[in-house]
């Protein structure tokens, strides 16, 4: 699977990541995007979380008509294969098989549509065929341009997914201007999670004060570090009765950044999930909203040193 190239526009990229699911990550995503916005801040929220994408639903939005996407699938042409090998040897996913003398065989769930053996193919045997995998919806709510890509149910290519939805991202944000974008990222540390950090740059990682998730935090500041990404963590359900708090705050200095921001268990969050609203916006003055917005103004602190000066963004999250 190819990553993407690290973006070509302008506009601060932050993503909200986190290295297990159910920590929180897309609430504080939409209620970062959400802050942000009211702030005056000209703000798209892209959700690449494409197995289970919750953005739309935490904002208490319907999704419209989307975008069908489809990807690159090869079709072998029997008659004007001459059986080289060429293309199977091309294919870096391993989609296709085939011994000396016979067609290649393709193994479509795993194909990444990358074209790489259509372009090695000297006999123009590969023919285009496509697949869709998935669905781009983007729409306006409440002054935040929503995209959100959804995979298409049993299709198993996410991260092709991922980048798709990146990248249509990209194309939207070349089309208007806005001064950040805000992605909330599938959970884990697979390619699916690496295709929009690679875009990105800083991200928050989402965690909280349990065995498993000082667990998984170490594998999504690795994966920070190995991207060379500014990292802030963010940790959620932080008064947890017994928790782990003091483990999610070593990981995080053994790794040069810190806790920017701790979240507690709040009944409202509960209330802001089920009325479809974003904490900041419904209970400002409740215990996780305060929190959430101490993240706004942060990112903001980083917004504004970043104007004129992006290289200076890492010194916004890492730890001198
Ligand atoms: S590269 Fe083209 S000709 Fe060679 S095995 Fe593949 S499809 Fe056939
Ligand atoms: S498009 Fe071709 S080279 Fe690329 S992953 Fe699919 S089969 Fe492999």
Redesign the pocket.
């Known amino acids: 699977m190819k990553t993407l190239r690290k973006k070509s526009v302008d506009t601060p990229i932050i993503a909200v990541t986190g290295g297990k699911g159910g920590t929180g990550k897309s609430t504080i995503a939409v209620n970062l995007a959400a802050g942000l916005s009211s702030s005056g801040l000209k703000v798209m929220l892209v959700d690449a979380d494409v197995d289970g994408p919750s953005c739309a639903s935490l904002l208490g939005m319907k999704l419209g008509s989307g975008e069908t996407v489809n990807t690159f699938l090869?079709i072998?042409?029997q008659e004007?294969?001459?059986?080289?090998?060429?293309?199977?040897e091309?294919c870096s996913e391993h989609a296709?098989i085939?011994l000396v003398g016979q067609?290649?065989k393709l193994f479509e769930e795993l194909c990444s549509g990358c074209r790489a053996?259509q372009i090695?193919?000297?006999?123009?045997?590969?023919r285009e065929g496509g697949k869709k995998v998935g669905t781009i919806y983007i729409s306006d709510f409440s002054g935040i341009r929503v995209v959100v890509g959804e995979l298409k149910p049993g299709e198993p290519r996410s991260p092709v997914m991922a980048r798709l939805t990146i990248l249509r991202a990209i194309d939207e944000l070349q089309r208007g201007t806005y001064d950040v974008v805000v992605i909330d990222t599938a959970p884990g540390v697979h390619n699916t999670v690496a295709q929009p950090l690679w875009v990105s740059d800083f991200a928050l990682a989402v965690t909280e004060p349990t065995p498993l998730g000082a667990h998984d935090l170490r594998f999504i500041l690795e994966l920070t570090r190995e991207l060379d990404l500014p990292v802030g963590v963010i940790l959620n359900k932080a008064d947890v009765p017994g928790g782990l708090r003091g483990d999610i705050i070593k990981t995080s200095r053994e790794f040069g950044t810190d806790v920017i921001a701790e979240i507690p268990m709040d009944t409202e969050l509960l209330r802001s999930y089920i009325s479809g609203r974003p904490l900041v916006e419904m209970s400002r003055d409740s215990p996780a909203a305060r929190s959430l917005l101490s993240i706004v103004s942060r990112v903001k602190e980083i917004l504004d040193k970043w104007k004129g000066h992006p290289s200076s963004i890492n010194s916004g999250v890492k730890n001198p």
């Not at 090695?120 to 590969?126: E, K, L, N, P, T």
């Open positions: 090869p072998i042409d004007k294969c001459v059986r080289c090998r060429k293309c199977v091309s296709l085939g067609v290649p053996c090695v193919c000297d006999h123009g045997a590969i």
